[in-house]
């Protein structure tokens, strides 16, 4: 199946600081990646839809300002966590998928960010 | 409203039993898919099982079973011959619309599913 990586598997920052999270599908073009948020014991939430070459779109109640999203190519996204506070620590994930009908959505392995 | 829904949050099982953990969705879109996750403590998400709103007969693959009541609007996940390796956390998601890979799948609550020896 198709592969999509994530960087870093984990970061401890420092409260202020601002850190990025690199997603990338593989062995195949993804013109649409999302960004999903997962607080320990609880489910995935969509935070936004990444977009190829436009603006992302966000889910309502997540500020676009500090989440700051990137898709710059074909096969890699990019969120950044500007200004992270101890309530940003959680565990982000990224989903892309290959053109057409999909049978699958293909996840990475996640960013554990932890804010001190 | 909850779009998908999974009423146990926590299960237990017996090694080498069958188990169907619960999902029950909410859609007026005639077309869409229904997929299973398994996630382990490692938090990596395991692609299980798709059923698509269209399909004939219920999907399978390997252990795991989809029981698809659609009149219901039910995706019960069944593994067979549970192994300690399936303890992990399960969830069941949807993503609206057939035809369009680039729709995001929306997520139930999880159920956490604990294999005994």
């Known amino acids: 199946g198709a592969v999509v990586s994530q960087h870093p598997s984990w970061v401890i920052c420092k409260s202020g600081t601002s850190v990025k999270i690199e997603c990338r599908s593989l062995?195949?073009?993804?013109?649409?990646m999302f960004w999903y948020r997962q607080f320990p014991k609880q489910s995935l939430m969509l935070m936004a839809t990444?977009?190829?070459?436009?603006?992302?779109?966000?889910e309502q109640g997540v500020e676009k300002d500090k989440f700051l999203i990137n898709h710059a190519s074909l096969t890699l996204s990019t969120l950044t966590v500007t200004s992270a506070h101890p309530e940003d620590s959680s565990f982000y994930i990224c989903?892309?998928?290959?053109?057409?009908?999909?049978?699958?959505?293909?996840f990475g392995p996640g960013t554990r960010l932890t804010v001190l | 409203a909850q779009k998908i829904t999974q009423t146990q949050p926590g299960m237990f099982v017996q090694e080498k039993e069958a188990v169907t953990l619960d999902c029950t969705y909410d859609?007026?879109?005639?077309?869409?898919?229904l997929f299973w996750y398994k996630q382990p403590s490692s938090g990596e998400m395991i692609f299980l099982i798709y059923?698509?709103?269209?399909?004939?007969q219920n999907a399978t693959e390997g252990r795991y079973s989809l029981n698809f009541q659609k009149a219901r609007k039910s995706a019960n996940l069944v593994i067979s011959a549970s192994q300690l390796g399936d303890s992990a956390m399960y969830f069941c998601?949807?993503?609206?619309?057939?035809?369009?890979?680039?729709?995001?799948?929306?997520f139930g609550g999880g159920t956490r599913l604990m294999v005994k020896p």
């Open positions: 989903s892309a998928h290959p053109p057409g009908l999909a049978r699958e959505q293909f």
């Open positions: 062995d195949f073009q993804a013109t649409t």
């Open positions: 990444s977009n190829e070459g436009s603006k992302a779109t966000y």
């Open positions: 859609t007026s879109d005639p077309s869409y898919g």
């Open positions: 059923q698509g709103s269209y399909d004939q």
């Open positions: 998601a949807m993503r609206e619309g057939l035809r369009n890979a680039g729709n995001m799948l929306t």
